[in-house]
């Protein structure tokens, strides 16, 4: 009983401190010229929230479960939809290399995507913990959720201009043509067309031309609520699930973004997404979900730039997911081979336009990174004294910026990592896993957060809260998960 409360004390110490300074952090209203205390302190919720997990250790070490079957499947028929997934990925290949690109290249494309994942087993499924009362509770949020970013579109906000009008252009644009652009490739914005088709299609099919564009992003958006979901279910239980979703149902930034005919929502979608494939395959050694996990960080190519940072999260997760866990070891190379594949099949044609037009390809990298601006670097030592001095401002920037800074947009008007209890729990949720000794999950979450610190800190006129929408859906799932640790401190 003693450790219960002594975990007890330290998490709600963690949240506590955690939310103290990010709320008095948010109504500096400019992000603080002497950053130390605040990390100091937020360092501290951190190690507070580590203890806890310490201290309410499961007796049995992770991943001592048993390793779950495969579940049977004709031989045949995976190796048919293999090789269907193949030849459909080299017939648009060539699709590509034609001088005239039929947008009907994209149809061939996903259904290889469709049908790579059939080409490897799945684990036999666990019986479900889930109460009704539970999946009650998440549905309903669900409903909350999908309101907040489909009902009255073109009401709030009235007008569509600026990037929105771009992104609606460039989908339109894509569906009546020039043959010659390449539909895997870069467009409005230098952004990715497939992820700006959406918005042709919404205005199409719709009949208003200011809200029609904006619900297939508000659609996206709902989505991104089920996949952090499920990765909040996967890495801290159905109760994880229900947290994560009141932390993300109603976020300023995260709805705002999916109320718009913008781009940025997808990646956290493609982003979490990635994620909770990643851990169904560390925890079960599933060859299919680790071939989702693949094509996920693959679909991140053609979203924002920030969702790029998945391809590198999982090129440093991939020697966990093969070596570290023991329910992959009797299936490591199906495992490897599935991820690599589902990669593949998916980035192809984005990796095929960047051998083709790599400055294109890059583009938005070229616009918005300290690396690509050479201008930029000489004119900041100028005024701030030196390099040293300029890569600490853009840290202090992109990272205690991110609770402080209101964003430029005025119809939002809060810090992009907001309500103050989001961070705090973020924070907990990461340092409760590690204590805990889940240190493949604390790794996995880990990377994605530091990944978009990086890709923020790294921005030229950071801090951007365009980048950090998978920022934002993390946070809500390690939120989630510290909300549950502490639920389950309480004698059931």
């Known amino acids: 009983m003693r450790w219960r409360l002594g975990a007890l004390a330290l998490l709600s110490g963690s949240v506590a401190l955690g939310t103290l300074v990010a709320s008095r952090l948010a109504k500096l209203g400019n992000v603080p010229e002497g950053p130390g205390p605040y990390a100091l302190a937020l360092l501290g919720a951190f190690l507070l929230a580590a203890a806890a997990g310490w201290l309410s250790r499961r007796p049995e070490p992770p991943g001592s479960e048993p390793i779950p079957p495969l579940a049977p499947a004709p031989g045949w028929a995976r190796a048919l939809a293999g090789a269907a997934a193949l030849g459909l990925s080299v017939w648009t290949f060539f699709l590509q290399r034609r001088f005239e690109i039929p947008l009907w290249a994209l149809a061939v494309w996903a259904a290889a995507v469709a049908l790579v994942p059939l080409a490897f087993s799945r684990t036999a499924p666990r019986p479900r913990r889930w109460s009704p009362a539970l999946l009650l509770a998440c549905a309903a949020l669900l409903a909350v959720g999908a309101s907040a970013r489909l009902m009255a579109l073109s009401r709030i906000h009235p007008v ?54 904006r619900v297939p992003y508000g659609i996206i958006g709902t989505a ?42 997808v990646d956290s979608v493609t982003v979490v997404a990635a994620v909770l494939a990643m851990l169904m395959a560390y925890r079960r050694g599933s060859p299919r979900s680790a071939c989702f996990a693949g094509i996920f960080s693959g679909l991140t190519f053609y979203g924002y730039t920030g969702g790029r940072i998945m391809v590198v999260v999982a090129l440093f997760f991939l020697p966990v997911l093969a070596w570290g866990a023991r329910a992959v070891r009797p299936r490591r190379a199906w495992v490897l081979a599935a991820l690599t594949a589902g990669f593949l099949v998916a980035a192809a044609p984005s990796i095929h336009y960047a051998t083709k037009r790599f400055d294109e390809w890059n583009g938005r990298y070229n616009k918005t990174s300290v690396f690509f601006d050479k201008e930029w670097l000489p004119e900041e030592v100028k005024t701030q004294g030196s390099v040293w001095a300029v890569g600490l401002n853009q840290l202090r920037l992109g990272t205690i910026g991110l609770l402080s800074a209101p964003s430029t947009i005025h119809y939002v008007g809060y810090p992009m990592i907001a309500p103050s209890i989001l961070p705090a729990l973020g924070i907990a949720g990461l340092a409760w896993l590690l204590g805990r000794g889940l240190l493949a999950e604390a790794y996995l979450f880990g990377l994605v957060v530091a990944g978009n ?28 998960i510290a909300a549950a640790g502490f639920v389950s401190l309480f004698p059931q």
């Open 160 to 213: 569509r201009a600026g990037d929105e009008n771009a992104v609606t252009m460039d989908g339109l644009g894509q569906i009546w043509r020039d043959p010659n652009d390449d539909p895997f490739g870069m467009g409005a914005q230098s952004c990715a067309h497939l992820s700006m088709l959406p918005a042709g299609i919404g205005y199409l099919l719709g009949s208003d031309p200011i809200g029609s564009p």
């Open 224 to 265: 991104a609520l089920v996949a952090a979901a499920g990765a909040a279910a996967v890495a801290g239980g159905p109760e994880a699930a229900l947290f994560a979703l009141a932390l993300l149902v109603l976020q300023p930034q995260h709805i705002h973004w999916s109320r718009m005919s913008d781009l940025v929502v």
């Open 453 to 480: 610190l990086a890709v923020t800190c790294l921005s030229l006129s950071t801090p951007q809260p365009q980048r950090g929408s998978s920022l934002l859906s993390t946070l809500a799932i390690l939120g989630g």
